[in-house]
């Protein structure tokens, strides 16, 4: 059996995740399954990021952004950041 981490993920964890599973385009399903996510929860997460134009759809197929690609790169930058407050 493997060890879980105690803390639970934390919500721009999640969709930094899935910003980057869907870089060069990616099925729903893919995404659920390397963002761990019920198919519920893809579905709000995919919901919010469409309207906030960090993701697009096209065909089925579930794209980041030029927005979604400056929120990883922001993101990034944070935690390199907080990395060196250590």
């Not at 893919?30 to 019920?38: C, G, P, T, V």
């Not at 952004?65 to 060196?84: D, F, Q, R």
Request: proline content about 1%; hydrophobic content about 35%.
């Amino acid at each position: 059996m493997s060890k879980r981490s105690p803390r639970r993920r934390a919500r721009h964890d999640i969709i930094i995740k899935i910003l980057k599973t869907a870089k060069d385009g990616e099925k729903k399903t893919n995404i659920m399954f390397k963002a761990r996510l019920s198919f519920s929860q893809l579905e709000q997460y995919l919901s919010s990021l469409e309207k906030g134009g960090f993701l697009s759809e096209k065909s089925g197929t579930w794209r980041t952004t030029k927005k979604g690609l400056h929120a990883i790169e922001a993101c990034e930058v944070c935690l390199h950041l907080t990395e060196e407050v250590k």
